[in-house]
């Protein structure tokens, strides 16, 4: 049984292939340093970031 981590980080499952698509989040925060340590932990998990730095710009990206 996955553990509440490992469904976040792993939301498909294991060994199931991810689409550009299905593996990007959005993350909408002003703390530069919390984006960087982000980035580094959606890298190991196979995730891509977009950033956003309010909710006007994080509307913008989504869009």
Request: cysteine-free; hydrophobic content about 45%; overall charge negative.
């Amino acid at each position: 049984m996955a553990t509440f981590t490992e469904s976040i980080l792993n939301p498909l499952g294991s060994g199931t292939a991810r689409t550009s698509a299905e593996a990007t989040v959005l993350v909408i925060d002003d703390d530069l340093s919390m984006r960087d340590i982000m980035s580094v932990l959606a890298q190991q998990h196979g995730f891509a970031l977009q950033f956003a730095e309010d909710g006007a710009d994080g509307l913008r990206v989504a869009e």
